[in-house]
């Protein structure tokens, strides 16, 4: 333990003592990958630390986003909002169902437009990774794999010959849509991810590769998710293993609160793999990386943007959720944060009336019930485009990022002389440090989820060098850490012009170079408000201690050139709640009584199995009145609806928009999609399957709330079935 108890939830001030090492030496030969130059000369390669754009250590911000689950009409603009979030790459999943539900007859048109999608992706200046499948998941039925393929009898995910038969032409199609927009054309799509989540021998990965090669796919980065553990070993630069954290998932058989090891993610480590992601396929498993893992930079593609809810596991998500685990993964290694997802959607309509989510009655992917069209994913940008808290948190790190992050790439990982013993060790601050052995930045991360970590009284660093370099104490004046504080700090930052940052207790999100010999770094506050942001700069042998604040939030010193260099603490980006409005809403009837719920036997570890379409006769109902006149197609007009009950769906006329497994949050949906169908006159539908006591109380529970609060007081009734407030707003 660091340190004595003080009061309630307080510690004392204790060492925090690091010992920091010259980085490792850098691989860069051994890599199999694509034509790494463009027609215009610019070049894209990898080593061990990071990937190199022209020559220059890259460290870029990757966004999921999923072309097929979104109008095409929106891309646009949403794709301009990931961008302007600070993300440089876009990765998207090809669905084979969404593509060829049925044998032969393939749709590419509308919201299935792959090709359209890269073009208006790289109008919005970002790449493009196309993550190929075949078997994708993503929560799509069979995880991608049309009925007709497992029809067929084949082996899938093998390398049985009639398998791959089958996969041929779906390269192929792919690899006709991306044509002349690869890297190598002066396109976008600088990389290609081969299957997902795969656990067999490395030689069927490889089989992909070649298939992806021969269909031309010749791009600089081919991928893979480095988890689980392949079957045989992958010869060393085929493939590179991206990697991911999730802070809690949907996937889980357990109706408790962070099960296995999700408080890992919270913990800094150099340890790469993750055993939480998708352990109902993959089971309980310890987490061990490859023997060649550090040969390999550390990128990421899954780090969970927010989380589903499935129909047994109602996840509600917290925007320091994914922040925490994010900075974690930064100060653990990684150079890039991709995310899964960044930008919700909705599952597109079927070609045969079949339904496209994954679902524990399908043949194949059939461990859990997700919703039929709901995939909002609590992300940055919602199944709207609505933007949440964490878009404004994750655009800082990436500004972090974009500012520093060639020099981060350059720094190894080295974790605290006294660290978290484990699950239960909520007392011992959890920090560490990247660096090059002279510079770096301090990672700090006191927050869990589901957990109540203890203000941190007093806390100063002492950051012991090599090679005889003086050790680094800051900050000067100790500093209090309340619970939940995130922070990333510098030390011995050149800010160029022979002024040097020798410590500051902000994060450094910007720099800009002036005509008029002025040179601006702007820095984001990460202590409370009320608390001093403390920044040393060193001139020569002086270094001047200078204190920012709400009334002082810029310090300039001229160095020895003329040039005048400035240090801006910028004010912290505040969200102003939109105006609402309520809406009228007339009861059609009562809910029957709830269902049973049954469990599914698909699985060894049943969980219950969601309502199916006949079940919503048994809703209650209402319908929404919406002012004459109103102009739905008004593009920020938010329909949210403040419920209680078991399942909602959302209906215009007979036309089914929308569903939500409850989690104690509001559906939200976009008027603006679907003003030419409210422009019928067709009434706004909604309803809501009760929910039982017995399914969240009891002995036996068959529904896990991850919020405690979101467990509706029943009042001694058997379930319950309400919609308490419709408002319409002005947020998206």
């Known amino acids: 333990m660091s340190g004595l108890i003080l009061g309630s939830g307080v510690h004392a001030a204790a060492a925090h003592t690091i010992t920091l090492a010259p980085p490792a030496a850098t691989r860069t030969e051994g890599f199999h990958l694509g034509t790494a130059t463009a027609p215009d000369g610019s070049t894209l390669t990898v ?66 437009d792959l090709r359209r999608f890269i073009q208006t992706a790289a109008e919005a200046g970002l790449k493009v990774i196309v993550r190929l499948g075949p078997w994708c998941h993503g929560e799509v039925r069979d995880g991608g794999i049309p009925d007709w393929v497992l029809e067929s009898g084949v082996k899938v995910r093998s390398d049985d010959p009639a398998y791959l038969a089958l996969v041929k032409p779906l390269y192929a199609q792919i690899a006709a849509q991306t044509e002349g927009l690869l890297w190598k054309d002066g396109g976008p799509v600088v990389g290609v991810q081969l299957e997902n989540e795969y656990r067999g021998p490395a030689e069927h990965l490889l089989t992909l590769k070649h298939l992806a090669r021969d269909a031309g796919f010749d791009v600089p980065l081919y991928t893979r998710t480095g988890w689980p553990e392949l079957s045989t070993p992958m010869p060393f630069g085929e493939i590179l293993p991206l990697y991911g954290v999730y802070a809690e998932g949907f996937w889980d058989r357990e109706l408790t609160s962070m099960p296995g090891r999700y408080w890992s993610g919270f913990h800094f480590s150099t340890l790469r793999v ?101 995939y909002d994913f609590q992300a940055p940008l919602g199944q709207y485009g609505q933007i949440r808290p964490h878009y404004y948190g994750l655009r800082d790190l990436h500004r972090f990022l974009a500012t520093v992050g060639d020099r981060i790439a350059e720094m190894d990982t080295a974790l605290p002389d006294e660290r978290p013993a484990g699950a239960e060790d909520h007392e011992t601050l959890r920090w560490a440090v990247r660096s090059d052995g002279h510079s770096g930045f301090v990672f700090i991360n006191n927050y869990e989820r589901g957990a109540t970590l203890p203000d941190h009284a007093g806390v100063q660093f002492t950051l012991a060098r090599p ?25 011995e930052l050149d800010l160029g012009h022979g002024v040097t940052l020798a410590w500051a207790t ?12 002025v040179v601006q770094w702007t820095f984001a506050r990460t202590l409370p408000a009320e608390a001093d942001t403390d920044v040393a700069i060193r001139r020569g042998d002086r270094v001047s201690l200078h204190h920012l604040n709400q009334d002082v939030t810029a310090v300039e010193v001229m160095a020895d050139d003329g040039t005048l260099i400035r240090l801006r603490l910028r004010a912290p980006t505040t969200i102003t ?68 009950g078991d399942v909602a769906r959302f209906y215009i006329g007979d036309t089914f928009i929308t569903d939500d497994y409850y989690n104690g949050r509001p559906l939200e949906i976009g008027l603006a999609r679907h003003a030419d169908l409210i422009a019928t ?38 379930a319950i079935a309400q919609l308490n407030i419709v408002d319409l707003d002005a947020s998206l």
Not at 77 to 97: N, P
Not at 484 to 489: D, E, L, N, R, S
Not at 701 to 715: C, E, L, M, N, R
Request: net charge negative; aromatic share 10%; with cysteine.
């Open 681 to 718: 006159g067709a009434p706004l539908r909604v309803l809501i399957l009760p929910l039982r006591r017995d399914a969240v109380q009891g002995d036996q529970p068959k529904i896990f709330f991850s919020d405690p609060s979101a467990v509706p007081d029943f009042a001694g009734a058997e």
């Open 274 to 374: 993750d055993a939480n992601i998708a352990n109902e396929a993959l089971g309980r498993r310890d987490a061990q990386d490859p023997p060649d893992i550090a040969d390999y930079p550390y990128l990421t593609c899954e780090i969970g943007g927010g989380m589903m809810s499935s129909y047994h596991r109602r996840i509600r998500m917290e925007p320091a959720d994914v922040l925490a685990t994010t900075l974690v993964k930064l100060g653990s290694g990684s150079v890039s944060p991709g995310y899964y997802m960044y930008h919700g959607g909705t599952n597109p309509d079927s070609a045969t009336g079949i339904t496209l989510m994954e679902e524990q009655a399908t043949a194949m992917t059939n461990w859990n019930d997700m919703p039929v069209k709901n």
């Open 467 to 491: 090679d005889g370099l003086a050790p680094v104490t800051f900050p000067t004046r100790p500093v209090d850490l309340p619970s939940g504080a995130q922070a990333i700090w510098p030390f």
């Open 577 to 644: 709640p939109a105006s609402s409005t309520a809406l009228a809403v007339a009861s059609v009837r009562s809910a029957a009584p709830a269902r049973e719920i049954s469990l599914s036997a698909v699985q060894a570890q049943a969980v219950a199995t969601a309502p199916a379409d006949d079940d919503f006769a048994q809703a209650a109902e209402w319908i929404i009145g919406l002012a004459p006149g109103f102009d739905a197609a008004q593009p920020h007009a938010l329909l949210r609806l403040d419920y209680v």
């Open 506 to 517: 902000a994060m450094p999100v910007g720099v800009q170079t002036f005509d008029e010999g």
């Open 47 to 112: 080593d061990s630390r990071s990937l190199i754009l022209n020559g220059h250590r890259w460290t870029p911000a990757m966004g999921e986003f999923h072309f097929s689950r979104y109008p095409a009409d929106e891309w646009a603009g949403e794709l301009k909002k990931m961008k302007a979030g600070g993300i440089d790459i876009v990765a998207t999943y090809v669905f084979w169902i969404h593509h060829e539900e049925v044998r032969d007859q393939w749709d590419w048109r509308g919201q299935r």
